[in-house]
């Protein structure tokens, strides 16, 4: 079973940085795309960042220029770098697996995620 544990959240204010980090179990960060979900209050999880087995990254249009997801797979780890942070960006935040023809909540082993609050 494919487990996540995410960390690195917390509360900054707009226009701060955090770092977030997703272990994963087994060595699937060079296997499978990985990806960062987030998910605000009342709103659905949605995919944030993307990255392929072979390194290639996708972003979602509002946080373009400002987050950047990587990985190590060596240590079987993603990271996701948020810069310039907004209000708006404030959500939990989780990794896994990115397969585009599974429906996002059907994807499983969900970790408990990681909560990024902006606000001054």
């Known amino acids: 079973q494919v487990q996540f544990v995410e960390s690195g959240g917390g509360l900054v204010q707009p226009g701060g940085s955090l770092r977030l980090s997703c272990a994963a179990s087994?060595?699937?960060?060079?296997?499978?795309?990985m990806a960062w979900y987030r998910q605000a209050p009342g709103k659905q999880r949605e995919l944030v960042a993307s990255?392929?087995?072979?390194?290639?990254?996708k972003h979602l249009d509002s946080v373009k220029g400002r987050f950047t997801i990587s990985k190590d797979n060596a240590k079987n780890t993603v990271y996701l770098q948020m810069n310039s942070l907004k209000p708006e960006d404030t959500a939990v935040y989780y990794c896994?697996?990115?397969?585009?023809?599974?429906?996002?909540?059907?994807?499983?082993?969900w970790g408990q995620g990681t909560q990024v609050t902006v606000s001054s």
């Open positions: 990255i392929t087995s072979g390194g290639v990254t």
């Open positions: 896994n697996r990115h397969i585009p023809w599974v429906p996002t909540m059907d994807l499983g082993s």
């Open positions: 087994g060595s699937i960060t060079s296997i499978y795309p």
